[in-house]
């Protein structure tokens, strides 16, 4: 059975709602009433940051799942515009309609009018949604666009995959697939699309052996390993059979980065762990052979909280340095956490122990930006709605608790 990304929290959600419907069922005077229903819930399951309005002040955008029953669920994402006159507060959301079960949201400029869209994967819909900005209207988006794609889509990344100035779509869904713009018209796309055989949770586009073109690179929980694909030296967005590397126990998200400093982009890869123990979820960083780029050094794995789901990378503490920050579900019934991991000053490309916020409810996403112009990166979290934790004022690397924002 494919594990897909949010599964695992997405079944734990569903089991409470039934729990809750067997006991209001059990307090019923009429035991012959079978009225009872769900009570809906909304998981947040992925949060993005970047200035949608061109106001120079990061937005949000999350990704929701809306339960009130058994699958599939509508989906939404959300907009969250930051206050042009008060740094680090947003507005109330917006909410806005895709396909459903969404697990991914991505951000960029689709259409070339310098204005960011929003691209999300929906699993149980088999689709991405597209959300074109109103370019008379910046922060505002016209209704989504749905593109079949394939089987249980739970990642999406955007990127320029074939040279010809028009950013493309790449899908981690059950064959990785590939939706190039189409030139001629912007912000639409060739059929058919390209499937490149690669059952994944997740994928990331990066210049990996530095030639000047785009590769690709998909984690797949299923396989337990992190597929490379390379591009073709011959023509323009085809790609080499995969390469496969392994992390950790199911590999379920990637974020890329120069992590040493040499140059060459590397890989930090959330490992969700095994079934059967929360406890062996981890962090796999992949360092780029320096001496055959594009192909890595063996992982080196860095303990987490209990299923980490999401992965990303910044510099949080000022000292030039790249960290990275995974958002963890926790185990069934237990709440999650936000792992830290800042980088080893004595050691490029190495970790100091993770060190472990604890969460609201369950984080699923996580995102990294300066949200409130004090020139540090703030953790953004996809936790029971969109959550905020801002720097501590003169203590670089320290957070504030979590604040709910949106709502």
């Not at 819930?41 to 200035?51: E, I, K, Q, R």
Request: net charge negative; charged share 10%; proline share 7%.
């Amino acid at each position: 059975m494919r594990v897909a990304k949010l599964r695992p929290s997405l079944l734990a959600c569903l089991l409470i709602a039934a729990c809750i419907v067997l006991a209001l069922g059990a307090c019923s005077n009429d035991h012959n009433d079978h009225s009872a229903v769900i009570p809906s819930s909304t998981l947040t399951s992925s949060v993005a940051a970047g200035d949608l309005n061109g106001d120079g002040r990061p937005d949000l955008i999350s990704a929701n799942i809306l339960i009130a029953g058994p699958p599939p669920h509508p989906g939404q994402v959300s907009v969250l515009l930051q206050s042009p006159s008060s740094s680090g507060v947003f507005g109330s959301a917006i909410d806005l309609n895709i396909g459903s079960d969404p697990q991914k949201v991505s951000i960029g400029d689709l259409n070339g009018d310098t204005f960011i869209d929003l691209v999300a994967a929906n699993d149980t819909s088999a689709s991405i949604s597209i959300l074109f900005q109103k370019s008379f209207s910046p922060g505002s988006f016209l209704t989504a666009q749905n593109f079949g794609v394939g089987a249980h889509p739970t990642g999406v990344a955007i990127g320029d995959l074939n040279g010809d100035g028009h950013l493309d779509i790449a899908v981690a869904d059950s064959g990785l697939s590939i939706l190039f713009q189409n030139p001629s018209a912007p912000g639409t796309f060739l059929s058919p699309i390209r499937s490149l055989g690669v059952n994944c949770s997740s994928v990331g586009i990066g210049d990996l052996n530095g030639d000047g073109r785009p590769d690709l690179v998909a984690t797949g929980p299923d396989a337990g390993n992190v597929s490379i694909l390379l591009q073709s030296p011959v023509g323009s967005g085809n790609f080499l059979s995969p390469q496969t590397v392994a992390a950790g126990f199911q590999p379920i998200d990637v974020a890329i980065a120069d992590l040493n400093a040499d140059g060459l982009l590397d890989l930090a890869i959330a490992n969700l762990g095994t079934p059967d123990n929360p406890a062996t979820a981890s962090l796999s960083v992949l360092l780029n052979n320096s001496v055959s780029p594009g192909r890595f050094l063996a992982a080196t794995n860095y303990a987490t909280g209990a299923r980490s789901q999401s992965v990303a990378v910044g510099d949080l503490n000022g000292d030039r340095n790249v960290d990275v920050v995974v958002a963890n579900a926790g185990s069934l019934g237990n709440t999650g956490s936000v792992s830290v991991l800042f980088q080893n000053p004595g050691r490029s490309g190495t970790f100091l122990t993770a060190v472990n916020r604890p969460g609201t409810s369950q984080p699923l996403g996580v995102a990294l930006a300066d949200l409130n112009g004090d020139g540090f990166s703030d953790i953004a979290l996809a936790d029971d709605g969109v959550r905020i934790l801002f720097q501590i004022p003169g203590q670089p690397g320290n957070f504030q608790s979590p604040i709910l924002v949106g709502r």
